[in-house]
Every structure is written in structure tokens, then in C-alpha cells.
T-cell receptor, first 112, second 114 residues
């Protein structure tokens, strides 16, 4: 079965470190998304991509970057981790503009 | 600013009752509407999609859409303790730039009491 996987599931790191969260989907979806979820804020869009070499900023993109070199993967990089970036991160993908998004299991990131 | 509003709850209903979850949205041109269920510590899971005015039923779940009132709801019949979760409403805006994005509400926490 097609799926979307995130790794690692949990990570603890220190402020100032560079961190990369992986997202891999086997749905062959062109559209991929990164969200963070915090209490009181719900799901907020960080970056998204509509295809290979396409990336776009979302609502809360400062301090984050993505790259899309193939259809399957959209890694999320925190260039210099800050404590405010402690959160749960979800990757999602969708087949098209009217189709729902399907989520990975999430990465719980703690920055000390 | 496109907004999706949900009552945060918690909404408590007895087992076997009907749970009614509501969502309003600000973008009148919105085209697609989704309900996700999220158990504590887990990822959002799609349970219903609705695209046109009226009701759509799937098992114990019924989604209702009223575009004129900019209102979408989810009814859960014969509520079970396993339905206890946070329910997220998501709305896709009208076509155009960013039209693949979804705007999520903050979710309503449902508790089904045995």
C-alpha cells in the first residue's frame, strides 16, 4: 500500500544546530506540504511544493527551508534551531487541487 | 485572511448519542471541505470529504454543507468511546494561487462518555 513516512519520529537537539526532518511518500503525489502543530494554534503551513524543483512559503516559513529534487521526498530543514521551533511536525501529500491531504505520523521535535 | 472557526470544546456526549460538530469559514469561494479525526499523539486522519451543498453520509458519519451560510458540520450517530478525539475542519479555497492548500480550524475535542 502507498504511504507517507516521516523520520525521525522523535528528536531532541540544541539551539543553533541544523536539523533536517525527512518525508517520503509512495503515493506518487505531486503536492507535498509541511505543517507544525502547537497547542492553541492548530496546524500551520510551513512550506509546500507542487512538483519537482517547486517550493513555496507558507504561513510560518521563517527559519525553515525545503527542497524538492524528486517526487517522493520533501525534506524540511531548520537552518539554526530555536526553542520556538519545538513542535510536532507533520508532512502531508495530495493528488490534486480538490483531493484531501494524507498525513504522515509526525515528528516530535524538542529544541533545548 | 482566510479563516476556519470551530468551537474548541470539549464537547461531551453520552455513548449512543449524536455528536454534532460545527465549522464556519470566511472564504465564500471555498470549494472543498474535509473533516479529519486526530487522536491524542497521532496524526490527522481523513474521515469525510464534501464538495456540494447538502448531506453526505458514510456509515455513522454525516457531513452537511451550506455554502450560502458558509457552514459545514459533522454528525456522528451512535457515538462510541472510540470516537473520542479532536475533529479538525479543513477548507480548500477557490481556484488560483495557493489553491492546493488547506486552511484548518483549530479543532473540536469530543469526549464520548460510556
Amino acid at each position: 500500500d502507498a504511504e507517507i513516512t516521516q523520520s525521525p519520529r522523535h528528536k531532541i537537539t540544541e539551539t543553533g544546530r541544523q536539523v533536517t526532518l525527512a518525508c517520503h511518500q509512495t503515493w506518487n503525489h505531486n503536492n507535498m506540504f509541511w505543517y507544525r502543530q502547537d497547542l492553541g494554534h492548530g496546524l500551520r503551513l510551513i512550506h509546500y511544493s507542487y512538483g519537482v524543483h517547486d517550493t513555496n512559503k507558507g504561513e510560518v516559513s521563517d527559519g525553515y527551508s525545503v527542497s524538492r529534487s524528486n517526487t517522493e521526498d520533501l525534506p524540511l530543514t531548520l537552518e539554526s534551531a530555536a526553542s520556538s521551533q519545538t513542535s510536532v511536525y507533520f508532512c502531508a501529500s495530495s493528488a490534486g487541487p480538490t483531493q484531501p491531504q494524507h498525513f504522515g505520523d509526525g515528528t516530535r521535535l524538542s529544541i533545548l | 485572511q482566510k479563516e476556519v472557526e470551530q468551537n474548541s470544546g470539549p464537547l461531551s456526549v453520552p455513548e449512543g448519542a449524536i455528536a454534532s460538530l460545527n465549522c464556519t469559514y470566511s472564504d465564500r469561494g471555498s470549494q472543498s471541505f474535509f473533516w479529519y479525526r486526530q487522536y491524542s499523539g497521532k496524526s490527522p486522519e481523513l474521515i469525510m470529504s464534501i464538495y456540494s451543498n447538502g448531506d453526505k453520509e458514510d456509515g455513522r458519519f454525516t457531513a452537511q454543507l451550506n455554502k450560502a451560510s458558509q457552514y459545514v458540520s459533522l454528525l456522528i450517530r451512535d457515538s462510541q468511546p472510540s470516537d473520542s478525539a479532536t475533529y479538525l475542519c479543513a477548507v480548500k479555497p477557490r481556484s488560483g494561487a495557493g489553491s492546493y492548500q488547506l486552511t484548518f480550524g483549530k479543532g473540536t475535542k469530543l469526549s464520548v462518555i460510556p
